[in-house]
């Protein structure tokens, strides 16, 4: 018996008594393969003339692969190239385009489009649809027939982060027979597979366990922990440049980085003493360890902290201050006289009073990184603060990227403030981003020349099975053949 031999029948067995047909080997395998159709134009229409050569490339690869993830740096046009992406797509079809985006964000992008003379419309529910691009907020998901629409958006596509959210399963779910999806994000952080997986999923590659089945082993018994396959690391990223194209600054693929040079960015620590009482038995207070302990140290100096940034905020211009606790930022935006963008509001008053700060009419702003940290272009604002700091560096780091982004035309300067208690917080926040730079800059470099290469022009490449060895059947199984 030639095991490896690929035309050697294989017999399919029988379902509920029915003889099922016998297949070559060849045709099982080929039952298994990755069935990733493109779904995109074949004649890519006339692109607006503002986009960039990097920028063009990337709308015209997306739209030929009809659904594509933009996974682009803070400051690259994620905007324009939506805008643009939705536009030739809308064109072609005469259809109707949804577009996604986190509360405010709608607004914003609606300016945008006017800015660069894209049609578009803001719309709250289905019956204000019409042929072209439609922008709408996540949250009103639910008074939409996704159905409907030819096309659909997700901008700041991290909203998929979760295996278990909402919004992730909802859109997943709705948008699966619609031909063109399109996801763009300034991150997902880069170790996170799970939310590569998502994306993947959500523009119908391959679902998220597939994924992980495929590329990746366990790292102890933890579900959460997962590792590339050694073998699977340069298939991995082939895989991932078939859908999704990645960059932090134009030159990752190849072009210049003429005007895409970030200014500086100044991290200002600020480590405020606090009298705390030490531990019975200790004849000093120790810093927080444990998470319960430095939540616990962040309660017990709010005042301190608070007295602190008041102080160290510049008399006058634009300021954002971050908080994580109410109690922060209430005490904050009455010492300071500024508003408070709280989670109690209604979301019609959260958008107001984001936009209000965007075009100026606000200059002092306290609010918390979950509320307002993303999809938000704040370059008219160049100082910034947490006055309180949790350990999630996403929310960290999009939080700074709403100032210190391509299109800032000034030195970006960012206060952390923290309790001496809290122990090594900040030290905590800066590791992570450390560790990832190290990955974006690793992820960048196994992409870089598949992206560049399916940017341009170049087939696309789908991972494909090869076998090399042949079968060794154990001793029992040749003597029962």
């Known amino acids: ?63 030929r692969r009809g659904r594509a993830a933009l996974l682009a740096g803070t400051g690259l046009g994620k905007s324009l190239m939506e805008l643009a992406w939705g536009q030739a797509v809308c064109d072609a079809t005469g259809g109707m385009v949804l577009l996604f985006a986190p509360l405010a964000v709608a607004a914003q992008m609606l300016r945008e489009a006017e800015k660069f003379g894209i049609p578009a419309r803001v719309v709250s529910c289905q019956a204000e649809c019409a042929p072209g691009i439609n922008i709408t907020n996540y949250q009103k998901l639910s008074h939409f027939d996704l159905s409907l629409f030819i096309g659909v958006i997700l901008d700041e596509s991290s909203i998929l982060k979760s295996t278990t959210g909402h919004y992730r399963t909802a859109l997943i779910d709705a948008c699966r027979q619609i031909p063109f999806r399109l996801a763009a994000t300034a991150t997902p952080a880069p170790n996170d597979f799970m939310e590569l997986g998502n994306h993947a999923e959500f523009l119908g590659t391959m679902s998220y366990t597939d994924m992980l089945a495929t590329f990746f082993s366990h790292d102890g018994g933890s579900t959460q922990k997962w590792r590339l396959k050694g073998h699977a690391e340069d298939v991995f990223w082939a895989w991932m440049a078939s859908w999704a194209v990645m960059l932090r600054k134009p ?36 810093p927080a360890v444990t998470l319960s302990e430095r939540i616990s140290a962040r309660k017990d100096s709010i005042e301190e902290r608070v007295a602190h940034a008041i102080s160290v905020t510049p008399p006058t211009g634009p300021f954002v201050w971050w908080c994580n606790l109410n109690t922060e930022a209430d005490a904050l935006s009455r010492g300071l006289g500024a508003v408070n963008l709280h989670g109690s509001l209604d979301d019609e008053r959260k958008e107001q009073i984001l936009i209000d700060f965007s075009e100026g009419r606000i200059e002092r702003l306290v609010t918390k990184p979950t509320i307002a940290g993303f999809g938000m272009n704040w370059q008219h604002c160049a100082d910034t603060g947490f006055v309180g700091l949790n350990d999630s560096w996403e929310q960290f780091y999009q939080a700074v990227r709403r100032f210190w982004r391509f299109g800032q035309s000034r030195a970006v300067n960012c206060h952390m403030i923290a309790a001496e208690t809290e122990g090594a917080t900040v030290a905590n926040l800066r590791r992570k981003e450390a560790d990832a730079d190290r990955m974006a800059a690793a992820m960048v470099r196994h992409m870089a020349d598949l992206s560049s290469a399916n940017v341009r022009g170049a087939s696309r490449t789908v991972a494909t099975y090869a076998p090399s060895q042949r079968i060794i059947l154990p001793s029992f199984l040749k003597d029962a053949a």
């Open 1 to 63: 018996m030639d095991s490896a031999n690929s035309a050697a029948p294989v017999d399919a067995g029988s379902a509920n008594g029915i003889s099922l047909p016998r297949r070559s080997y060849a045709e099982f395998l080929a039952s298994k393969a990755i069935d990733d159709p493109m779904t995109g134009l074949t004649d890519i229409p006339d692109l607006p003339a503002a986009l960039f050569p990097f920028q063009r490339d990337i709308v015209a690869w997306a739209l």
């Open 251 to 286: 030159s990752d693929l190849g072009y210049s980085d003429d005007g895409y040079e970030l200014p500086p960015l100044h991290y200002h620590q600020h480590d405020v003493a606090i009298d705390a009482t030490p531990a019975e038995g200790q004849l000093f207070a120790l």
